[in-house]
């Protein structure tokens, strides 16, 4: 399985970046998603999940109402739209993938993960 993430960038506080993360290698459906971020000198956090067939969605309390998930099957690809981004949301997101058995908000609830894009609020 791999899984390529896309869509970083610098943005002003207050703007907007969609991420993209594409996945080859196994049926995606299978999948529950996430993404999780990582920033200097904090551990890798949680940020959002999605179901497989994207009926249920799941955020950290810190995105909630400002970042919205998504998929589509199709086209093997999840999405984070991020709206009103603030400075304290810089960082390297990183698309993962899992069964969700476990559950959706730990790093070990996912076994396979992208390269990462970086993210940067200036304010």
């Known amino acids: 399985v791999q899984l390529q993430a896309s869509g970083g960038g610098l943005v002003q506080a207050g703007g907007s970046l969609r991420l993209s993360c594409a996945a080859s290698?196994?049926?995606?459906?299978?999948?529950?998603m996430g993404w999780f971020r990582h920033a200097p000198g904090k551990e890798r956090a949680f940020v959002a999940a999605i179901s497989g067939s994207g009926s249920s969605q799941y955020y950290a309390d810190s995105v909630k109402g400002r970042f919205t998930i998504s998929r589509d099957n199709a086209k093997n690809t999840v999405y984070l739209q991020m709206n009103s981004l603030k400075p304290e949301d810089t960082a390297v997101y990183y698309c993962?993938?899992?069964?969700?058995?476990?559950?959706?908000?730990?790093?070990?609830?996912?076994?396979?993960w992208g390269q990462g894009t970086q993210v940067t609020v200036s304010s």
């Open positions: 290698g196994r049926t995606f459906t299978w999948d529950f």
């Open positions: 993962a993938a899992g069964d969700g058995y476990t559950g959706w908000s730990r790093t070990n609830d996912y076994i396979y």
